[in-house]
């Protein structure tokens, strides 16, 4: 699948205390036949983790399942204790990283 990073996302979530080391990753865009596009992956930092794609007929719909999962790993201090922060992004999520309101790493913890 070739999917041109159009939104890309990385997010890193740590929790010392308890051993949680997380990563998950997004990208978004159209394929070479003009679809919506996007792929998740997400996991242990360190080790395989896991990978979902989804095909949208609009740019709206991709957008909408990126701001979903954005702010389902917004609320994970809440469920399981892990902070998440922005790692990397293209300049395009960001105007999706400011409405769910993850904030940027000032260093990799």
Not at 16 to 34: I, P, Q, T
Request: positive net charge.
């Amino acid at each position: 699948m070739a999917v041109v990073d159009e939104i890309a996302i990385v997010l890193h979530g740590h929790n010392r205390d308890a051993d949680h080391h997380r990563s998950w990753r997004v990208e978004a865009g159209r394929d070479l036949f003009g679809n919506w596009i996007a792929r998740v992956s997400f996991g242990r930092i360190g080790c395989r983790g896991r990978a979902i794609a989804r095909e949208f007929a609009s740019e709206d719909e991709a957008r909408a399942f990126v701001r979903k999962g954005l702010r389902r790993r917004r609320s994970a201090i809440r469920r399981c204790g892990v902070d998440y922060r922005v790692v990397e992004a293209s300049a395009a999520a960001s105007p999706l990283l400011a409405v769910v309101g993850l904030a940027s790493s000032e260093s990799d913890r």
